[in-house]
């Protein structure tokens, strides 16, 4: 798609494919003051890492042969970049739109619009037949946008954090219930994974075919990958009567700021062993090393925000995620 100049007023402004070694420097600042009330909450390092990289000048051509490149659209105003929408495919059919983002001093010009505009047909000249975004539920606006160009929510997701000098000390000890993942769990880690996400969900993460289950099987992949990786990943299940109905994962980031929990429950078995599954979690981390711990918790489980929030996590965001069919 090439270039093409909108008139908002009296000023035209000026749409144009995103370039890593032109634009990626003005995109860091932009993101800076698009969504640095957020980037400060998440403890998000996007822009310190974004400016880095523009650093890299030329050599940024190189870097994309190990780097998928970035994709998407800026709008330019007096040579300066105002608007941002950036696009990934997930799959064959399925894209992300993410970082949608406009100049404070710039908005209420229809700017956003313009861009989610060009990126949904942007998406449909390829063959695309999903789009996925998330946005704060805080942000009507934004909601408001997204609802008006055919996109609607199929699901609502806490981001929920506990603070490396608030973990719980639980001593370690013997739950009947609770075991170490094995692999022949892996039949019903998948449909644990499958049950676990509201109904509304699972056409935009990849269940609808059997060559389209790359959402889910990411998700198993991750857990069973555990086994192999012991050092770095602790992951225990609540079984029972023998057959695993709970999982509870943390990956060890031992060079991030972070560690990554997971928790998935059978919707028959909610209520009853996300307790257990996080005692018991807690009880093994002995010598791990002491950072941050957040989780991604869909409002659906309502019971594992619960048992999170007794342990002292606390919520970051909350956000709607959308899709559209194409």
């Given amino acids: 798609m090439v270039a093409q100049s909108i008139r908002v007023g009296s000023v035209t402004h000026h749409i144009r494919p995103f370039s890593m070694q032109r634009d990626l420097a003005d995109l860091a600042d ?8 957020d980037l400060a909450t998440t403890g998000s390092r996007m822009v310190e890492e974004m400016r880095q990289m523009a650093m890299m000048g030329p050599l940024l051509h190189l870097a994309r ?33 993410s970082n949608i983002a406009v100049d404070p001093d710039m908005r209420g010009r229809g700017i956003a619009g313009h861009l989610v505009d060009i990126a949904v047909e942007h998406v449909r000249q390829r063959g695309g037949t999903q789009i996925v975004l998330q946005v704060r539920t805080d942000q009507p606006v934004a909601r408001s946008l997204y609802a008006r160009r055919g996109f609607r929510t199929y699901d609502t997701v806490h981001e929920v954090h506990l603070s490396r000098s608030h973990w719980p000390v639980i001593l370690r000890a013997s739950d009947p219930m609770i075991r170490q993942l094995r692999w022949s769990d892996q039949s019903r880690l998948r449909e644990m994974v499958i049950e676990n996400m509201p109904p509304s969900a699972r056409a935009y993460r990849g269940l609808s075919e059997p060559d389209r289950l790359g959402g889910v099987w990411g998700r198993v992949r991750d857990a069973l990958q555990i086994l192999s990786e012991q050092r770095d990943r602790i992951a225990l299940v609540a079984a029972p009567d023998r057959e695993p109905v709970g999982l509870i994962s943390l990956t060890l980031r031992r060079m991030a700021r972070w560690h990554k929990l997971e928790l998935h429950v059978l919707p028959a078995y909610r209520g009853c062993v996300e307790r257990h599954l996080l005692q018991a979690l807690f009880a093994r981390l002995g010598m791990a090393p002491r950072r941050d711990i957040r989780a991604t918790i869909s409002a659906s489980h309502p019971e594992a925000l619960c048992a999170l929030q007794r342990l002292g996590f606390t919520s970051h965001r909350v956000l709607e995620q959308m899709g559209r069919e194409l």
């Fill in 65 to 97: 042969v190990a780097v998928p490149p970035m994709r998407g659209y800026v709008w330019v105003h007096e040579g300066r970049v105002v608007g941002n929408v950036t696009l990934a495919r997930e799959r064959p059919d399925q894209w992300t739109l």
């Fill in 30 to 37: 932009l993101i800076e003051a698009a969504f640095g009330d």
